[in-house]
C-alpha cells in the first residue's frame, strides 16, 4: 500500500483554461512528501534550524494523461526509493478520489529525485537518518514505467 496524500484542487492551482497548471501539480506532490515525512517523523524545523543537511530536488518529471480541473479530489499515491546513501527518488502516481471503486488509471504520474548535501559547503553528503529509514519501510511501486 502507498503512502497517500488527498486534495482537492482549487482555482488557484488552475490555469486560463480551467486545468490543473503543470507547475502546481509537482508544488501538490512536493506537499505530499512534506507530509509523509511528518507522519514518519521528520522534523522538518528542526533540520532547517540545524543547518546541517538539505534535500534539493535535482532532477522533476510529470507526465498528464487525462486532464485535472477545479474541484477534483485527488489521492495521490507516494511510492518514494533509496537509490543510494545519498540520494532517493520518489514516484507519485495521482488519481482522482473515488471511495466506492478501486482507482481508475492515474490522471497523471510524476517522480522527483533529491540529494542530500551540506548547505555551508553544497556537497552531498549522507541522508539523515528518519529519512533513510523512511525510504527503507517505504511501500515499492508494482511495474512502475516512472
Known amino acids: 500500500m502507498a503512502y ?3 486534495r482537492t484542487i482549487h482555482l488557484a492551482d488552475t490555469d486560463a483554461a480551467g486545468v490543473v497548471y503543470f507547475a502546481q501539480l509537482l508544488h501538490i506532490c512536493h506537499e505530499a512528501y512534506e507530509i509523509c515525512l511528518i507522519g514518519n ?3 522538518w524545523s528542526g533540520l532547517l534550524r540545524e543547518g546541517t543537511v538539505a534535500l534539493p530536488i535535482v532532477h522533476s518529471a510529470i507526465d498528464f494523461l487525462r486532464p485535472i480541473t ?3 479530489r485527488l489521492d495521490i499515491q507516494l511510492y518514494p526509493e533509496l537509490e543510494n546513501s545519498r540520494q532517493f527518488k520518489i514516484s ?3 488519481f482522482k478520489e473515488n471511495q466506492d471503486s478501486p482507482p481508475e488509471s492515474p490522471l497523471a504520474t510524476a ?3 533529491h540529494v542530500a548535501i551540506n548547505p555551508r559547503t553544497r556537497q552531498r553528503c549522507s541522508l539523515p537518518p528518519v529519512v533513510e529509514t523512511w525510504l527503507r519501510n517505504a511501500p515499492k511501486i508494482e511495474d512502475s514505467k516512472i
Request: overall charge positive; charged content about 35%; hydrophobic content about 35%.
Open 4 to 6: 497517500a496524500y488527498r
Open 111 to 113: 517522480l522527483t529525485r
Open 70 to 72: 477545479w474541484g477534483d
Open 92 to 94: 507519485y502516481r495521482i
Open 41 to 43: 517523523g521528520m522534523d
